[in-house]
């Protein structure tokens, strides 16, 4: 099935965020404060995961998408994917302390921030990836070569980057210590989604076209296995313990949970159940007990309790909230 998901998003006026609670009994809280990208308004929201209130909703860049946690907690960054930036947010004060430009590198979107305090991030307008080593404020770049390089997972080891390139059919696999790309992998027909074993050695893709999860080998780069999922898998994510990998299927608001050694579907738990709902990023709570899936359609954050295999709780956010973060440090105001 062929999805459109526009790109150019209407900006609305913002709204405070109120707790959503689902019957039943809740779930454990893992972490303190859920931060979202608010892609349809240009903010980002910290949200209280225990209580469900807004502590604050501050202004981005043009359609923050993905956000990445500092080594140390205290900060967040987020993409501009609709501009040539990157926001440093403070998470205490709950205050921008930087804007990052990353000219001529554009549209920035998969983020990661590494131990050494460098960002990793796909800059989808310029077919790169785009490194900023926050040290010494440098910024380079190393071109896939590609079209639609949009989202990045690297090693444990932090010397190799795999981007997934949706307009070419594609993953790039870069060697960050040579800053060069050593080759593309032919993935189905439009890999997006995309996620790294622990050990480094399998490199899950999801191609969402084809609704199928690729088993990869990171290394001799052998397809292992081509796993039948959920309609239109967006976004990958692995369990904390490296047992499951669970893909989001945006068409039919669902996920779909694998067996990582076993290669094989153990589970489909419903989410929304529907298309309306956008449901795209997925991100998993420190214990694996708790999964939070972001359904942008519905401006909100489904908490899923994993155990359970059920929706537990949802969170109101930002209009078109999309990027996931959690962390432990609460805003102070």
């Known amino acids: 099935m062929k999805l459109f998901i526009p790109l ?27 931060i979202t990208g608010n892609k349809g308004e240009d903010t980002v929201s910290l949200i209280d995961l225990e209580t469900g209130r807004e502590y604050a909703r ?46 001529p590198n ?16 796909t800059t989808e307008g310029s077919n790169s990836l785009t490194i900023v080593n926050l040290t010494d404020r440098s910024v380079s770049q190393i071109a896939t070569g590609q079209q639609g390089s949009h989202m990045v997972t690297v090693s444990a080891f932090f010397d190799r980057a795999y981007v997934a390139n949706m307009g070419s059919g594609t993953v790039s696999v870069i060697d960050l210590v ?23 050695s399998t490199l899950w893709i999801a191609d969402r076209d ?14 292992l296995a081509e796993i039948p999922v959920g309609n239109f898998p967006i976004r990958v994510a692995i369990s904390p313990d490296g047992e499951t ?29 529907s298309a309306e709902a956008a449901q795209v990023t997925i991100l998993f709570s420190d214990d694996g007990e708790t999964l939070y899936v972001a359904e ?34 609460r805003p102070t105001r």
């Open 245 to 273: 990998v669970v893909t989001s299927n945006y068409a039919d608001g669902s996920l779909t949970l694998i067996d990582a050694a076993g290669r094989t579907v153990t589970r489909t738990i419903p989410v929304s159940g």
């Open 210 to 223: 084809n609704a199928l999860l690729y088993a990869i080998d990171a290394r001799s780069f052998e397809t």
């Open 178 to 200: 040579a800053g060069e790309k050593i080759t593309d992998l032919d993935v189905g027909d439009t890999p997006e989604g995309l996620a790294l074993s622990q050990d480094g």
């Open 8 to 34: 150019i998003l209407l900006l609305t006026a913002c709204s405070p965020a109120a707790n959503g609670a689902e019957q039943g009994s809740r779930m454990p809280i893992v972490g303190d404060v859920l």
């Open 58 to 103: 501050l202004n981005t860049g043009h359609q923050p998408h993905e956000i990445a946690i500092s080594p140390d907690g205290q900060q967040a960054a987020v993409v501009a994917y609709g501009g040539t930036t990157i926001d440093i947010i403070d998470i205490a004060s709950a205050s921008r302390v930087d804007r990052i430009d990353l000219t």
């Open 296 to 329: 942008t359609g519905r401006n909100q954050i489904a908490a899923v309790n994993m155990v359970r295999g059920e929706v537990s709780r949802r969170y109101d956010a930002g209009e078109d909230s999309d990027g996931l973060a959690v962390t432990t440090i």
């Open 106 to 121: 554009r549209r920035p979107h998969g983020l990661l921030w590494l131990p050494d305090n460098r960002l990793i991030a």
